[in-house]
Structures are given as C-alpha cells and as structure tokens.
C-alpha cells in the first residue's frame, strides 16, 4: 500500500488562530469586534453601540455591503407588520411559524424559527428605527423583487402547493421603499446609523486569523491593514459576520457537490468562507455544508409560469409556480439537473435568464422530436396537462389555477433551464454551528468563549435551498446578527 | 427578545476526553487500543499485531461483530480477482476505478478511490491471509446476496444506466464462501486469527471516553470493564472503529433528515456515534453526516425488476434495474418517498420485503383509481412502456433489456414501497474526517495525534447512498481500517 498520501487541498484548511502570547502590540482595544459589513454584521455593530459598548467593524472591502448590497434588499417579516395590515393581509405569529417551520427546512433549529417568528414585529421596529422605510403596498406580481419602490411580495412557496395547506398563504417578503434593488439602501442606514451612534468602521482591512488566549478563549483578531498585519483586541468577544463560502471553490466541491455544479455564484469577494474557516480554526463545528440555494431565474415574466418545466424524458416533476429556487432545486434533484421550460406562443415572453431558446416548433410532436426526447412523452404531457387546464386544474402537480390555462398557441418554444446551459445562481446554507445568542459552539459541543457568528458564516435561520424564500437570508442574518450583538455586548 | 434559548439536545453532543493528569493507575497498556471489533477493527488489530505490535481489542457486545457479522459479507473487489478470472470476467484496475470514482458518491476522496482500486488484488490476499474463503463461482441472478456459497455477484450499478457506459460492467461483490449470510463467518475468522497472533480481545468493554494529555495527543481511553471504568494506557495511538450513528436517533435527525424517514435502521446497537462523538469530543472533524444508504428491497424475485416503480402521479422516475438502494434514494429525492411498485401477473412473486399489496385490478385504468392516481398518467406510463418494450428498449429510463417486457397480463398488482409504508433500511455514511493513513483530521485542518479511524465512524471510501454498492462497506472499512493499523503500529 502506498505510504504517503498526496496532500489535502489547503484552500479548504481552516485558519490557525494566534496566540495571545505571540503579540507584542495592539493597534486597538475595543469591547467588541464585529469582522465583515454585510446585514448582519451592521445589525451585530448596531445593537452593541446601542448596548453602550464599544465596536470596531472591520471590512474588507472599501465599504461595508457585502451579499446584502448586491441583493434586492428583500426582508422576510410577519405576523401581522404595518405593510402587512396596510395591505390588507391578516398574519399572525401562529400562521407565520406554521409557515417558517416548514420554510426553514429539516435540519432547521427550531428554536431560531421560534425566535424569528416571535420577535418578527419588533424586528421590523428595528428596521425603522435604522432609517429603512417600507411603502405600505402590495406588489400583486409573481415576482423575483417588485421593480418599484412597492414594499410587500410573495417572496416564497406560500402560495404553492404544498405549502399552501400548511398555513394560510399570506406574503411576508418586505423590500424597503426604493426603486429596483434596495439592498445597499439598507446597508447605507446601517452605516449613518453607526457613524451617528459612535461605531467605528475601518474598511479595506481583512481581517487574517482569530486570537486566542491560553484557555481557548477568543481575544481578538489579526488584521491587514495599510498593508501590515496588526492585533486589535476585543474585551468581550469578536462576531464572524462574513458571509458564505460560494466564491472559495474548493470547499463548494469538498462540501455542497450540488451547488458545485452552478455556475452563477452570488455573494461578493468576501464570500469565500474566510470566518467559516476561521471558527474552524479555533475547534468551530460547521454544519449543513451541504445545503445552499440554487436557481435559475425562470420567471417573470408571469406567462413562463404558466408553461411547462419538464425532464428530459419529457416529464413535468414540480408545480412550476413554486419559489424559483424550489423549482430549480427539483431540476437538480429530480431532473438530474437537465430541464425545459415550454411555452407556448401565448405564455412566451423575454426573461432575465437569457435562455437559449433550443427548439421552436408548430406541434409538441415536432418539439419532442427536436429536443431528442423519448417518444411520445412530452406529448402525454402537453394532451394531459391541457386536458385538465381546460377546467383550470392541474390534478398532477397542483399548480395553483391562476397560473393554470391550456398551451395550445402554437409555435412552442423550449427554453433550456439545464444546469450546464443557463445561468444557475447559487449560494451556501452552511456555518457555524451557533446558539440562537450567536455563541459558537464547538465541535466539541462546548460554547467557545469570545467567539460569536451571524448571518451565513453561520448555519441560521433558513437551511434548505428547496424550501427557501427571498428575504429569509437578510432577516435571518440581521436577527441573529442582532442577537449575537446583544449577547456579546452583556458579555463579560 | 428571548435571552435564555432552551438547552440543546444532549444527545448528540461529543463526549468530553479525560485529561491524562487525571488518571491515577492504569488497568493496561498497550502499543494500539483499538475501539470496536467490526470488521474495521479486527482489520485494524491484525495489521497492528503482523507489524509486532501489541494491540487490545475493545469490543462492547458478548463478542466481535458489530454490523458486519448481520451483513451478507459481500466485499467488493476488482482488478482482475482470481473468482474473477475464473468466472470469465476480465477486469482492469484501470476499469475498476472508472466505476468505482463513480460509485464512491460525488463527495468521495479521490486519493482513498484510487488507493482502494490500485490495492484491491492485495486486499483479496489479506482476506484469504486470514482464512476466509470464496469459491471461484460466478452467481448469475439479481440478487441482494447469494443464498448459497457461490461467490462473485454484481452487487451494484455497475450494469445499470448510466453506469454500463462509463465503464465496462464486471461484477465485483465477493461472498465469501458460505451459505446464506457470511459476515459472522468474517468476523469469526477475524477473532481466530488475532488469537494465534497474540491480539489481546477485551469484549463486555465500553469505551467511555478518550484520554488526552496536556498537548492533546491522544494517549488511552477510559472503558467500563466488569463494571468499573478503567483507564487504559495507548502508547502509539488508539484506532476509533465504532460504526456509524444510524442507532443514535437525535444525531440522525440532526444530520441526516433523510434517513431519519426510514424506519429499519441497519447497525448492531454500537451503531450509536459513540465514536463519532468522541473523536468531536477531542475536536474531530465529522463530515458528509447527511448522506447515507436507504434501500427497500422489492427485489428478489427478479421478476419485480420487470415491473414499474412509479410515483404518486403514475410517472416513472429511474431505471428499476439499479442497485436497489439507488432506487430508493430516488423514490426519496424524486418521488418525495412515495412509490409503488407495478406487476403484472407474470412478473409479479413472493419478496422478502413483505411489500403490503395496495391495489389489484384487471385494468391499469382500474389500478390508477384505487391508488388515487390522477387520470390518465399511470395509463399513459403503461402504454408507453409497453409499446416499447415490445421491442425490448426503455427509452425513457433505459432499463437493461433483460428486464424489459410487456406488462400485459393481468391482474395488476401494486406493492406499496412508500418510506412510512414498507421497510426502508438505512445506515449512516459520515463520520470522521480522516487521511487515507486512517489519521483523525481536527476541524482545525491537523491531524489529532494519536488518534485514528476506520469503518462507518469515518467517512471513508463509500459516501453516496444512491452510487452505493454492496460490498463497498466492508471491503472499505477493512482496508481503511488495515491501513489504520499499519499507520498507528508505525507510529512513535
């Protein structure tokens, strides 16, 4: 047998913390130190100011952003919100956990979803309280983000089947009042809100390795800044708010092969696992590595809705008026990754996807033909599907009957939803294992001290790309953000 | 908000080591302290005392087995096996590992693969080093295992779509020879070989926990011996060969929602992830935890292969001719665990899995109505089906041949194989993060000192329960598992 085994890939290695006893000098001493601006670091900062500590935020890009400035801005809140009343929706916090729970996905802590939904209405208070205003309407699209400065949409599955049995549909996605992308508006709050509340940000500074003194306990951070690495201590603890690992390669392939196969990562520079693998570092378990987002942005336009996702083998396999992202994670799952969507000349408009259009035919007999699928199949479909749209139903799927009307405009049109032919957008549910307070627990199942995650450094909130909703990634990270910064504040 | 979060399951928790300062006497000492006798650890304990050194054996049943001595006792080997050859089977290392990079699942470790493949004849001779037998036969049936003492099946995908095409189909599962089931036969030779080698076996000895000195190398473990917990002395290392966690019902439904469906959990009861959870408990690295081998068994008879596996909506979704755990994973992640299985009167026999028989009926219309199945599609399945198959093809799911012909002779039976209707057995394929050397890797990227795995308590050559084959499990755990004790007999 052969003795000597190549060497790992270090890309994925975890960081070495430093010893305390290696440090000669302190750049700076403050209570806490909170590493990455994206949402949940900016509400971590914020609740410790507030708490009367003292934060350095320290960001490695020239200013805080991070996933969340490249995002819509949208923010899963319910159970009842002013927008939500405005509107004229009813929502409890009952029917919004009866949702969540199901939301968050299997290997969700309950108790973070219990928190999330609990503390829902006073978790929109904070939003205001930062300068991030909410427009009291309703978008009435089926929509990726309202593309106007319209506050309330259905952001997620509750609409579809099967998810509409399990609470009463109501919407919970909430972007702030702001045309187009509203993401970097509200890090833009968060940043007036703690430059008026006395929180220190200091970009372009990386922050390199953890800290560690001699009983384990985490005391501060080795940073790059101005081009020297430099030691600034935290009294209390530090906060890895640094977003996923969806840039770093290799730890995609090693620990999430699904999402490896997407080709359209989402997340800024940052998003390479650095915190991850600094946690790591210091004995941090990280859990659900597996888990992420995917999804190809099919629709709008609404009528695409309307068409037909089907296999290869011509087979439909989800109701196509799911969360995009729910339906995307069927093709990979169900479909092997290899899908079309059909129109017809009706339901056809131009998407943001930017799909190759692979077939165009007069007959569904032509189309199954061009797109090399077994006969007959796809023709089973299309006869059966438009034989009970006819009545407004889709006994097979459940595709809810607004979206249901039979396809017979000819020419019909393939578009190739694939994997390895469309744009697949991915990004990662997996972290730190943390304590609903943001504590870091150990692989070893102990808290480790001075240590504290947020947000997708962390395994939060939300954790199943199949179940997932937009708004869920900002409101979990800036919740538990907001947690982690109290606990850390009240620490010793 | 809430500031006290409920305390977390204990169960799944790693166990605390004892520091070595804390140890007053020493009930032994030995060069190796291996923890478990499956067959990773009677693999680890020869290679241990061939190399001279002295070893103790902890086993916590009456005696050495663990879920080895309940499995058939298939191990898969390739590369030209002398059963092989005899057989008229030609296979190639080259081969050999075109399928098995494939079968190892998509988070497997490329270096352990090409180590397994490259090393397999050796592995051959190791077994018959220690007396275990196989006959040079070739079993020619789609079965589980052979129910005589023949030898050679194909025991996975090796000739099922798509896996006929990336490499050429050999079978590679070796029973050893032996009637009916032979893993007991394994472990037995196992126990006698390490008698006349002078291995020390302790059994009705549970390892409580590990022992670690001031620089957390790895130095004993503590076990429970006639009622006293003792602390035992590992001057080299200590070899963690524990099983899986499949009987550790917290820590499945942590990990592995998946499997925590299935209701016939394989293992013996070490099968608790006592071992995982210790090798955490020094700060052990446990990944690919959500993964693992769910398998219902609708065949034997052979017939069943024949018939359809459909879903709720009467679509097919795999070729029935897969390795009956890839079927399941698929009925799991395709058809969201429902499926029954569709016999005619021909293909249809008596199977081990006590299938509950849902609905009979002398027309698939009629059979389609008592499932509840939506009008038209099972209908349509058949008739697809069998057109084709009057030609003797599958072009929808490519399903061999052999096991291709027209369902026309009624009465039509469906079996239910659902997840919460028919057995569905599972073990886990996550644990320790190990080198191929067996070396514990920490979650900080080094190596634990004196600490190695082997078997299910690391992942180890087989990762992905829908490319798992039968016989990757032992022969895996028993070459790691050898390779292990080479490791730490050569150890300081």
Not at 202 to 229: H, Y
Not at 291 to 309: A, S
Not at 348 to 356: A, E
Not at 471 to 478: E, H
Request: hydrophobic share 40%; glycine share 14%; charged share 20%.
């Amino acid at each position: 047998m052969a003795e000597n085994p190549a060497p790992r890939d270090h890309n994925v290695l975890p960081s070495e913390p430093r010893a305390l006893a290696s440090i000669d000098s302190w750049w700076g001493e403050f209570d806490v130190i909170v590493v990455g601006f994206g949402v949940a670091g900016g509400a971590a900062a914020i609740e410790v100011v507030r708490a009367g500590a003292s934060t350095l935020i320290l960001e490695r890009a020239t200013r805080g952003g991070g996933a969340t400035a490249l995002s819509e801005g949208t923010i899963y809140f319910g159970g009842g919100t002013r927008v939500q009343k405005a509107a004229g929706f009813e929502d409890s916090i009952e029917n919004m956990h009866a949702h969540v729970k199901g939301a968050a996905g299997p290997t969700a802590d309950p108790e973070k979803v219990r928190l999330y939904c609990e503390n829902s209405l006073e978790h929109f208070a904070f939003f205001e309280s930062i300068g991030v205003e909410f427009k009291d309407t309703y978008y009435d699209e089926k929509v990726i983000f309202p593309p106007t400065d319209d506050c309330l949409i259905y952001s997620g599955n509750e609409q579809a089947y099967p998810f509409s049995e399990e609470a009463v549909p109501v919407p919970r996605g909430h972007k702030p009042k702001k045309e187009g992308s509203a993401g970097g508006y509200i890090i833009e709050q968060m940043i007036e809100t703690l430059g008026a509340l006395g929180g220190t940000i200091q970009n372009e500074s990386r922050v390199q390795t953890l800290i560690e003194d001699e009983t384990g306990r985490v005391v501060g951070v080795v940073a790059q800044i101005e081009g020297n690495d430099v030691a600034i201590r935290a009294r209390r603890g530090v906060v890895l708010t640094t977003g996923g690992f969806i840039m770093n390669r290799a730890m995609v392939e090693q620990f999430a092969p699904d999402l490896a196969r997407c080709n359209y990562p989402i997340g800024s520079d940052g998003c390479d696992g650095s915190g991850i693998r600094m946690g790591m570092g210091v004995g941090g378990a990280a859990i659900n590595m597996n888990e992420g987002l995917m999804t190809t942005p099919f629709f709008p336009p609404v009528g695409h809705i309307k068409g037909l996702v089907v296999s290869q083998q011509g087979q439909r396999f989800i109701n196509e008026d799911c969360y995009h992202g729910r339906v995307t994670d069927a093709i990979q799952k169900k479909a092997d990754g290899t899908a079309f969507l059909i129109v017809d000349d009706e339901t056809y408009g131009q998407s943001l996807g930017g799909y190759q259009m692979v077939a165009v035919e007069e007959t569904i007999e032509e189309l199954e033909r061009s797109l090399g699928m077994p006969q007959g199949q796809l023709v089973h479909t299309f006869a059966s599907y438009n034989h009970f749209a006819a009545a407004g139903v889709d006994p097979v799927f459940h595709k809810a009957e607004k979206y249901v009307t039979p396809l017979d405009h000819p020419p019909y049109a393939a578009l190739d939803l694939s994997v390895d032919k469309s744009i697949w957008a991915t990004f990662t549910l997996g972290g730190l294992n943390t304590q609903p307070t943001g504590e870091v627990l150990g692989v070893d199942g102990q808290i480790i001290r001075g240590l504290y995650a947020a947000g997708r450094a962390s395994a939060g909130l939300t954790r199943s790309g199949s179940h997932y909703a937009s708004g869920m990634s900002i409101g979990g990270s800036s919740f538990f953000g907001r947690m982690a910064g109290k606990s850390v504040a009240a620490a010793d």
